[in-house]
């Protein structure tokens, strides 16, 4: 097969005529999917090879249900663009929309109806026409389902983990610092965190017996008077949010695990930094270590602030 989908990005060339810009930033930083062909000998005729680019499967719960997707066409020996469903009891796709020949130099909107239906895989196939060169360009862009809600269907349950947008990913692909979901939802709960609004994937320890009490997200001063902040590090004021445990009234010894969600590997100048406040006289220490061969790899005695 001479054609293929990838993922692209804007730039401008007199041969392909593709995208000079993704249709969600407008710029040349952003991703779209496209069609790819081999080159090919100079005067080689061929006939059209369609490619179909296949999205997870789902369920739709409403028979209001329709898929929206941008869709950029431009050039010569093009062949056409379908957009489509396979339901899981049939092995024929059954395509409703289909865009013949070049639409000229822009992004346009396209809608799929679905209706409420059990299990299928929505599906894109782009051809070329019969020629001896390929110089137009297929592509599609923000993909979107409207006034439906989806229940997405990875392949592996146990491998595949689902993103925001209809796209499964291995698991072990999600907080690997790499953005492998094209809504970038792989990475939006790994770690990073102002605490403003949720606590970002951190969780506090599931097992009673590991420790004794809990992380709260707070604002403003603490409960117990001249010990806890009064003010959080990222805008300085008592409206912004930070994570803290309330030490006093607390026996000796006893202690509150907060955890991170799980990485999958890291580059090796990879760091973390984070701000604490630990001041007052039931203060003890912080320490930060990593879970799979318990090494501690930082402490922190008590009267620090921001």
Known sequence: DDTYWVIGQGQWD?????????????????????VMHT????????????TTLYLPWMKTLSKHCSMRFYYYINGWNIGDLQAGTLDATSDTPEYHVTISGSQGGA?????????????FRPLFTASTSSGATDYGSIAIDDISFLTCPVELLCDNDEADWSCGVPQCINRKRVCDFR????DSSDEANCGDCDFQNNICGWTNEAYD?????????????TYSTGTGPTIDHTY?????????????????GTKAILNSPYFHGSSPS?????????????VDKLELGITHDSDMLWRSGYDAIW
């Open 209 to 221: 017996f590991k420790d004794d009490f809990d992380w709260t997200r707070h604002s403003g001063s």
């Open 236 to 252: 300085g004021n008592s409206t912004g949010g930070y994570l803290y445990m309330e030490a006093s009234y607390t026996q000796p």
């Open 270 to 282: 990879c760091t973390m930094r984070f701000w604490y406040h630990m001041y007052g006289a039931s």
């Open 39 to 50: 080159p090919l000998p100079a005067n080689f005729y061929h006939q059209p090879h369609p």
């Open 179 to 182: 953005q492998d979901c094209t």
């Open 107 to 119: 992004w346009q909107e396209a809608e799929l109806q679905l209706g409420e239906r059990g299990l």
């Open 14 to 34: 007199w041969w392909s005529n593709k995208p000079q810009a993704d249709h969600t930033y407008q710029n040349t930083s952003g991703h779209f999917y496209e």
